[in-house]
């Protein structure tokens, strides 16, 4: 599967925060598919969702497109793009509650029979993916990503701009898993 991201980083230009993405991206990754993280593989610049006009994915997929990605001294399409995100989150998010409030579990009577094995039924899946989301945990369901602070939470970048200076980036990515 494949969801497009905005990876939050602060830069001096265009390209330094395409850089920057990428290497760090690849670092967490190691290198090769694996599975230490979430993602097996990504495109800095939009990937699937970069067509720039065309309907060649090939087109897509090329490195080295920063047409998407937006600058902090664009606050208003910054911000846009930023509420998508967190819109996009918080879509997925009520998504997962409705499907924990179908299930019914009764946690209490669901724990009372737990017996030390490994549960692969899923039961507890929506619920699991809500207390990561409200915990800020990374994965597919975040849309947006700080880098420099490591956070899901825009808070600490929208603080650092407002209050230190300095250009953000909101670089976007297709990742895969």
């Known amino acids: 599967m494949h969801v497009l991201q905005y ?20 670092d967490l990754l190691g290198g090769e598919p694996s599975g230490g993280t979430w993602y097996d593989w990504f495109i800095v610049g939009g990937g699937r ?24 001294e664009n ?28 299930a019914n579990i009764n946690l209490e009577s669901y724990f009372d029979i737990y017996d030390g094995d490994t549960d ?6 929506s619920l699991g993916k809500l207390i990561d989301m409200v915990q ?13 602070n490591w956070s899901t939470n825009p808070t600490h970048m929208t603080e650092d701009r407002i209050n ?6 909101l670089v976007p990515v297709d990742f895969h898993f």
């Not at 990876?7 to 690849?26: M, P």
């Open 75 to 102: 606050l208003d399409e910054f911000l846009a793009v930023l509420e998508s995100c967190i819109d996009s989150r918080i879509a997925e998010f009520n998504r997962y509650r409705d499907e924990w409030q179908r």
């Open 120 to 125: 692969y039924s899923m039961k507890l899946y």
């Open 7 to 26: 990876i939050a980083v602060k830069a001096d230009s265009v390209q330094e925060a395409y850089d920057e993405v990428e290497t760090r991206l690849q």
């Open 49 to 72: 969702w970069n067509t720039s006009g065309s309907d060649d994915i090939q087109e897509a997929y090329k490195e080295g497109k920063t047409n998407m990605i937006v600058s902090s």
């Open 164 to 169: 230190v200076g300095g250009v953000w980036y």
């Open 136 to 148: 800020g945990e990374w994965d597919f369901n975040s849309y947006y990503f700080d880098l420099d």
